[in-house]
Every structure is written in structure tokens, then in C-alpha cells.
């Protein structure tokens, strides 16, 4: 099928009711521009070739074959692989081929854990990890009456992200809807029926979780192998520079499968998520389309995601020391910010307005300074909407191109209260008029 935006199918296609079903995730719906179904494509004069895959690369060449043989030569390439769900038996374990154990990673695994979840009502589930994937889809078993135990090698859902505060309000909700949480320990094997069905899973701590459906959701692998030896690879993706260019000057990377420079963090990153794809799309082909007028990728970092009622964002690097905010209950808004090095370097907001989203992600870039954790406790959301609010930004000539237009923007932080700067104005200009008073009725009088 044409290309379409994966977050649709951990959400709104496993519904019991009026499940999502394409078109209506084609790209680019999540950014709210146009759906590119196959006839935009032949509308706009690209050739689409679905069904085929490309076997080889020749970087030195530009040309690359597809698995029907034929030969395409290129002026610009743009590598937008992506990734692939890791397997159980990379760890050893043997059964991901049984009809009952699903992953999520493209549109036929929906399909068919959508088909294992409508045969199995009423039926145990048990979900391997506990990140993107475990969460979305133990919210959406739930949702379609099975009974759910998750399996976390940690001690808390979304490790690499989420606090231990927040993870046990979301932990505590699920148990609230039944799910069970199974934490610290590993899956080591299934047990099969003469069908070779999974009827069991064995974990290492000797634990047996019966199962009617297994979802393994337990990382991503980058899809680069058609490139290494051809190309700089760095952290598990295809290097590129501020442009999303890689060390061949007519090949391209973007979306989980490059590692770019990150400037908040300072160092290069490979960041998996749909906004860093979309975002670094954009800018590779502007960078190839205008290299002229295509300044650096300033990509600010951001996730989020949504469960039964729940929908968080996150914005910048989780580093530093923790500080958390808010009223830590259901419904209510509550968050976080990480400090480093007297600087706010990330934001996490849950039950945001679109308007506190978009705050925090402005304050987060600008990285302004952070001198009293307790106060910063106290000021809660409100710290972010005063930095924003007292940002001082130069008019700038309106131009074609957004990015290039926030590239020119200064963005001056002050670091004490502006009601000082107020106060030292006032002065100037009052010592000002009076001067000028005194100098005009002397020369009056003379």
C-alpha cells in the first residue's frame, strides 16, 4: 500500500468499534496537510512502486536493483527505511511464528492482531514490555474486554523516559482497568498445543502467565544494512549532517534510521519517533531543493503519546535533576522539567491545552536559566508561560521559508525579572526629559 503514519495502528485500529482503516491514515494526516493516497502520486507525476524492494546498493554509482532486477539510477537518494520490530528470537526465544503472538511494526501486523484480538474476547493477553508499544496496545486490549498482564524487564513502564512518579500514576490507572504488571524479569519461552499455538508464557523468575495472545513490543532495530561499508554509520543509524546529508554528498537519511546532530544536546542522536521523521523529511528536501536558503536542522527533541484517557508531550533531553509539578491525579494536569547545569533542558506535560503544549515546547528551546528548584516546584506550568511571555524577539523581514525565519529570529532571555529593566528605563528616559527640560528653558530665558 502507499506510504501511511504508524501511530494509527497501535490507536484507533484496534478499536471494537468503527476502527480506523485506511485511507484515513495515509501520510501526511498527522501533521493535518494532504492524505497522499496512490492517486496523489500519479496526479503529481511520481512513480510509486509498491510490492518491491530493493536488493542492492551502489553508492559510488547511484544506482541501486530491485528484487525484480531492474536498475534505477538516482542524482539524489533519500533513505527513509526506518526500522524493524526486534524479534524474540534474537534473544534466544523460539515461537514468534504462532498464529497468537503478534508485533506491531506495519499495516499486516495490525491486520492480524486485530483478527487474534476479535477470536480471543474474554481471553488472557500477555504483553511483552513496556514502552510505546506495550502501553498503546495493553490501553487498546482493554479496550476490546481482555485480560492483560504486562512483562517489564524494569521496574516501572517506560524507562528510558518516564520518572517513577509518573509511571506509577499510569501504572496505578491500568491496574485500576485490570491489567496486571509482572516487573524485574524476562520472558524465557512459550507453551505450545498440538496446534502449535502459545497457550503459556514462562518468565525467568519461574512465573507461568497463561495466554490466549502474546504482543511483543520489545525495541527497534534501524534498517541499514543495504548501506554499511558504503556509508558512516553511528549509533545504530546512517550518519547525516545538519542538512540530513550522509558522508556521500547525493544520499540522504532521515526518520529513525539517521543519527543527526542534536544542538540541545549537543551531540549526534537517533530518535525514534513519527515527529522527527516528518520533520527531518521536510528538511532534507529543502536542503536538496534550496540548499541555498536551507539553514541547519534545529530539531527540538519531542514525544508524546495517548492511552485511555491520557495524552502527554515531552519536549527537549531528560537529563539533569527531576523536578515535578502539578496535581498527580486522573484528569488533572500535572508534569515535570529536568534541570541541567542551572539550565531547563526537557518539559513533560500530561492533560495539556494545545496553547500549554506549544508553551512548553518554546520555553524548553529556549533553555532558560533555573536557579531555585523549590520555586520552580511551586511555579509549576505557570515558570514556563513567564519565560515565554518575557522573551524579547526583534522583527524580522517575513520570508518564504519558516525555518530560515526562526534561524534569524533572536530569541534574548532575561535572566533577571524584566520589571528591573523596566525600572533602569524608566530612569534613562526620565533623566532624559529633564535634562532636555532644563536645557530648553535656559535657552528661553537667554
Known sequence: VAPYERPALSKGFLLPEDPTRLPSFHTCVGSNDEILTPKWYKEHGIELLL???VRSVDVRRNTLVSSTGETISYNFLIIATGAR??????????GSDAENVCYLRDLSDANKLATVIQSNSNGNAVVIGGGYIGMECAASLVINKINVTMVLPGAHCMARLLTPKIATL???????????FVKGTVM????FDSDKKVTAVNLKDGTQLPADLVVVGIGILPNTSLFEGQLIIEKGGIKVNSKMQSSDSSVYAIGDVATFPVKLYGEMRRLEHVDSARKSARHAVSAIMEPEKTGDFDYLPCFYSRFFAFSWQFYGDHVGEVVHFGEYEEGKVFGAYWVKEGHLVGTFLEGGSIEEYETISKATEMKPVVTDMEELAREGLRFAQ???SQQVVPEVEVVQSSEIMRQTSTVAMMEKPLHAWHAVSGVVVAASVTAFAFWYGNKKRR
Open 51 to 53: 510490492g518491491t524492494r
Open 188 to 191: 524465557t519461552s512459550f507453551e
Open 386 to 388: 513567564t519565560v515565554v
Open 85 to 94: 520490530a526486534l524479534k524474540l528470537e534474537e534473544f534466544g526465544v523460539e
Open 170 to 180: 499510569y501504572e496505578d490507572y491500568y491496574s485500576s482497568k485490570g491489567v496486571k
